[in-house]
């Protein structure tokens, strides 16, 4: 399996080797900047608040835990527990974390360090508040607690009770997406962009097999954080598109949400 760091690695030589366009691609407003940057706080903490009012499982309650409840689809999950999954999945949402980061090697990305760090800002925020704002709205079971094998003590928490959607999936999507995407626009005759998009495909979709394999989701939860992430990571940085940009974007439109196409 490739390794987090010769991934890191391969992704900074395709970085340094994209060939821009002159026009930077994104712009700033400010009112929209402040907009999303409260939605996304507001829903975070607020998650997170709402978190402490989460009930563990009891003992009795995990006793009536029955496998044949579950969905066919995700029944697999309670079967598994694994500690080396689960630490792998710790690693590839830290080496996730390092990809936006390569976007500041090259000199475009640099000269506009704050609309890129802006944007990501935006995108993880909101990613947190509705990845944990739907965890604590659902409650749903994590597969481990259908699993016999699985200590009664882990089990018990209320972080237990948290499998939807499966965060880090959902961070992982939202990191690679947004560092595809941006590479895609800064660097609109690279012929790298399929192959950062592969990575980024890629990347969550690994992190979130390492949850499946842990006991941690179900795959509903992580086909839904995948979603949720990726949607998130390529539809703030179009929002941000530069009016004079060709292409499609999403914004408000007279009194309402719009799709605009330019060409």
Known sequence: MLSVRNLFIFVLLLLTLGVGAQEFPYALEWKREVSL??????????????????????????????????????????????????VLSDELLRGAMLLPATLAISRRGRRKGL???????QTML????????????????????????????????????QSFVSGHTSNAAALSFFTAKV??????????????????????????YARYRAGKHFPTDI??????????GILIPQWHKSPTQPGWSVGMAGDGLGLSLRW
């Open 37 to 86: 940057l409260s939605l996304g706080g507001g829903l975070s903490v607020g998650s997170h608040l709402l978190e402490s009012r989460i009930r563990p499982l009891t003992l009795d309650q995990l006793v009536g835990q029955r496998r044949h409840k579950v969905w066919f689809l995700d029944r697999g999950a309670t079967r598994n527990e694994c500690d080396v999954a689960r």
């Open 115 to 121: 609309v890129l760090a802006t944007m990501l800002a």
């Open 126 to 161: 909101l990613n947190d508040g509705f990845t944990k704002m739907t965890k604590v709205l659902i409650r749903r079971d994590r597969p481990l607690t259908f699993n016999e094998q699985v200590d009664s003590g882990a089990k018990m928490g209320s972080d237990a009770r």
């Open 183 to 208: 590479f895609h626009d800064l660097y609109p005759d690279s012929p790298w962009r399929p192959a950062i998009w592969a990575g980024a495909a890629i990347v969550p979709l690994a992190t979130g």
């Open 223 to 232: 086909a839904a954080g995948y979603a949720l992430g990726a949607a998130l």
